[in-house]
């Protein structure tokens, strides 16, 4: 019989993120070594996201499992979709597949960290995946005392995940839409009671026209906290899944090196896996500050353009055969330093990952100092835009071509550089007609620091 600990819904990328934080929490809680921890919430973590990329929602049990003498640590992942009819054939197709991200391998993968695994899926019934992970025999017994120890633990986390936080605020918003609602009838009757009371409760009409003054600001400030709520989690989703899917590709070369007994290059990939992850906690704590501290109040500092060039270009995969070319001289900016990141990442990424011609690519970056603005430009030798796409992609879930869809992007990264540039009331434009295209970007030139300015 299972011991059933704590039930998630899962309908978004941060749901994902919050599935794999506890995944990877009760395995430690109960004994897993390191290494069974991450293969654990790695497998919760791939199946989580299938549900939500398709089929929408779902929802995932943890729950602790006797089978065999042993206990093992259980996820049941369910959704209502219209279920896999071909489940033997993604298990063939993923043995012989060479790309690691490709369709179906996320079933396979996860079939390989777990000790036990389990689909059970109906034509329009829906599916269920079980992962179980064996628990060691010294592991304390979860009583139910304990079970409610961890789920007030997990209560009380502050200031660690982004999607509690997010939790928090919906919460703070509902309950302040309940106290408009009272307030808004309250409005109603003392306009009924002025109506009928005529000169003696003129007071109380200018009151009420007051509160209706201050119920109006409210909803608007309601309304711009939805949307940056909205904006939000979508940077998160977007902005965490290339740290993520590069942790997981280390970490399956790092199983493989250690099965086949390698410990040179798995101890190799280590300074890779710390520097991934120590990436994903400075994006976390960047974006998080940008929500909390609001637009405005973002820290700003010296920020040499061509270094923040190095550094994404240090993050990203680049083919040997591609070249790269930047100014040799760039300007320096006083400026919040995570969207210039985020821009250029963006930008580079794609110039790199829709490029149809590895042996031949160049990748240019160059910029011009205007009056009122600098003027940065990404050029590629790649396949171009259609121009019946250029006004269409930088629209949050527009769909677009065959050539310009992949399955390792969310499609939000150019919706996020363009809020980026409304934010700092500037702008961005494509540029493409055949091949190649031109990312065009303007800059605030008041943010410019000259060579002999100190910034206090």
């Known amino acids: 019989m299972a011991n059933n600990l704590l039930k998630i819904n899962i309908t978004n990328e941060l749901d994902v993120v919050l599935a794999y934080r506890r995944a990877m929490q009760l395995s430690e809680k109960t004994g897993m ?15 989580c996201r ?4 398709h089929v929408g929602n779902g929802t995932i049990q943890f729950s602790i499992m006797e089978a065999g003498g042993h206990n093992y640590l259980e996820a049941k992942v369910s959704d209502r979709g219209r279920g896999i009819g071909n489940l033997d054939q993604i298990y063939e197709r993923a043995t012989f597949a060479s790309n690691p991200t490709a369709r179906g391998m996320g079933i396979a993968n996860s079939r390989k960290l777990v000790d036990f695994f389990e689909v059970k899926s109906e034509y329009e019934q829906g599916t269920t995946v079980t992962l179980r992970k064996r628990i060691p025999s010294q592991s304390p017994i979860v009583t139910k005392s304990l079970k409610e120890v961890w789920l007030q633990e997990f209560n009380d986390e502050e200031g660690i995940s982004p999607y509690a936080e997010i939790k928090k605020q919906n919460m703070q918003q509902l309950e302040l839409l309940e106290k408009l609602r009272l307030r808004n009838l309250e409005a109603e009757q003392q306009l009924q009671e002025i109506r009928r009371l005529n000169l003696q409760l003129q007071q109380s009409n200018f009151e009420i026209q007051t509160l209706s003054e201050e119920r109006e600001r409210r909803n608007l400030e309601l309304q711009k906290a939805n949307a940056d709520l909205d904006a939000f989690a979508h940077t998160v989703s977007h902005d965490l899944r290339s740290p993520l899917q590069n942790i997981g590709g280390i970490l399956n070369f790092l199983e493989n090196s250690l099965q086949n007994g390698n410990a040179e290059d798995a101890a190799s990939l280590l300074p890779m896996l710390r520097e991934q992850a120590s990436k994903m906690d400075k994006l976390i704590t960047g974006i998080l500050a940008y929500s909390l501290a609001g637009h405005h109040s973002l820290h700003r500092q010296i920020v040499p353009v061509r270094a923040v060039l190095q550094k994404v270009l240090e993050s990203l995969y680049i083919p040997a055969p591609f070249k790269i070319i930047l100014p040799d001289d760039m300007p320096t900016l ?5 969207y210039f990141y985020q821009i250029f990442s963006n930008l580079l990424g794609n110039a790199v990952k829709y490029h149809d011609r590895p042996e031949e690519a160049v990748i240019e970056v160059e910029y011009s100092l205007q009056r009122d603005f600098i003027f940065f430009v990404v050029q590629d030798n790649g396949p171009g835009i259609a121009p019946e796409d250029q006004e269409q992609i930088f629209s949050k879930y527009e769909a677009l071509g065959h050539n310009l869809t992949r399955p390792d992007s969310s499609g939000l990264g150019l919706a996020i550089v363009k809020r980026i540039l409304e934010e700092k009331q500037s702008d961005v434009w494509v540029e493409s007609n055949g091949r190649g295209t031109r990312f065009v970007f303007s800059w605030p030139a008041s943010e410019v620091v000259a060579d002999t300015e100190e910034v206090e």
Do not use: H, L, R
């Open 33 to 47: 070594a390191q290494a069974g921890q991450t293969k654990f919430a790695t497998a919760v973590s791939e199946i």
């Open 50 to 53: 299938n549900v939500v990329e």
């Open 334 to 338: 006083y400026t919040q330093e995570i």
